[in-house]
C-alpha cells in the first residue's frame, strides 16, 4: 500500500471513529482542534465488547447501592458475546410480507445459538416499544422474526429497517445490560 493510500485510510477510519460532531484531529491537535499534550490518554478501549463492560463495571462502581454479592459481570460478557455474534456471523434471510417483514435468522455454531437466544426475546420488547405485531420461532440453528403493521407507513418503516435496524432499535439495550450485570434482567 503506497503512503498516500495508507494515509487516507487512515484519515477514514478516524472520522468514522468520531462521535457524531466532532471533527477530526489536525495535525498536533485533538478531536475539535483542541491541543494534545503530551500527557493525553486514549478514551476509546479498543473492542465494543470490553468497552461494554468496562462502561458498566465504572457504573457499579460508582453506585454505593450495588450490591455486590448479585452483581454478574460474566452472565453480561455471554449476553455481549451473542450481540456481537448476532451482529457479525448470523445470516439474515429477508421475505416481504403483507404489512411488513419474515426473516429467517441462521447461522452455524455459536452463531445459530446466539440467534435462538436473543431474537425471542427482543421480540416482546419490540413489540412494547412499536405497537407492531412482532412473533418470534426458534429454529434448530436460528429463529424465524415476523414483524408487521397494519399501517402503510410503519410497514415500510419495518422493511426499510430490516434486520440488524430492528434488532438495535430502541433505547432498551443499555438500562437491560445494566440491570443483567446487577443479577437481574433476563
Known amino acids: 500500500m503506497s503512503r498516500s493510500t495508507a494515509v487516507l485510510a487512515a484519515s477514514f477510519a478516524l472520522w468514522f471513529a468520531l462521535p457524531a460532531g ?3 484531529p489536525h495535525h498536533g491537535h485533538g478531536a475539535g482542534g483542541h491541543a494534545v ?5 486514549p478514551v476509546q478501549p479498543g473492542q465494543a465488547v470490553f468497552g461494554a463492560v468496562q462502561e458498566i463495571v465504572a457504573l457499579l462502581e460508582a453506585d ?20 456481537e455474534r448476532l451482529a457479525t456471523a448470523a445470516r439474515a434471510a429477508r421475505e416481504e410480507v403483507p404489512g411488513g417483514l419474515r426473516l429467517t435468522v441462521t447461522g452455524e455454531g455459536e452463531a445459530g445459538e446466539a440467534a435462538r437466544r436473543m ?68
Not at 65 to 77: K, N, Q
Not at 139 to 158: C, E, F, H, M, Y
Not at 167 to 182: E, K, S, T
Open 64 to 83: 454505593p447501592a450495588t450490591d455486590w454479592s448479585r452483581v454478574d459481570i460474566d452472565r453480561l460478557h455471554r449476553h455481549l458475546l451473542d450481540m
Open 22 to 24: 466532532a471533527e477530526p
Open 119 to 186: 431474537i425471542p426475546a427482543h421480540a416482546g420488547l419490540l413489540a412494547a416499544e412499536t405497537g407492531w405485531a412482532v412473533r418470534a420461532e426458534p429454529l434448530p440453528a436460528g429463529a424465524v422474526l415476523t414483524v408487521t403493521s397494519g399501517d402503510p407507513a410503519q410497514a415500510a418503516r419495518i422493511r426499510a429497517l430490516g434486520f440488524m435496524g430492528l434488532m438495535a432499535r430502541g433505547g432498551h439495550h443499555q438500562p437491560h445490560h445494566l440491570a443483567m450485570a446487577r443479577g437481574g434482567g433476563h
Open 37 to 41: 499534550s503530551a500527557d493525553a490518554r
